[in-house]
Nanobody
């Protein structure tokens, strides 16, 4: 199948920046969309940003203008540049991918990473 591995989380002060990375590997035939979701304490897992293979992006209203999603299709990697971080951005950030695997090129499947913790605190 497909494995997603995130990196780049950590502790940052309010107003600071972090860059998250997620690499997809495994039996990948194609990946249509990659994105980031987050889940704060007691909250649901919500979309932060997504990007398609043609670079169409979508952002949650709460992060638009502060976060930037980008993608390297050749490396099956997605990035999330997070600037002007706020305490309310504290959450576990999960990488997500929608794609097809070599063994079944007709079916789109959704894959998730294990998550990386981002803590915004002074």
């Amino acid at each position: 199948q497909v494995q997603l591995v995130e990196s780049g989380g950590g502790l940052v002060q309010p107003g600071g920046s972090l860059r998250l990375s997620c690499v997809a590997s495994g039996s990948i035939f194609s990946i249509y969309r990659m994105g980031w979701y987050r889940q704060g304490p007691g909250n649901s897992r919500d979309l932060v940003a997504s990007i398609t293979s043609s670079s169409t992006t979508n952002y949650a209203d709460s992060v638009r203008g502060r976060f930037t999603i980008s993608r390297d299709n050749a490396k099956n990697t997605v990035y999330l540049q997070m600037n002007s971080l706020k305490p309310e951005d504290t959450a576990v950030y999960y990488c997500n991918a929608l794609g097809r695997v070599v063994s079944d090129t007709h079916t789109y499947r959704e894959f998730w990473g294990q998550g990386t913790l981002v803590t915004v605190s002074s």
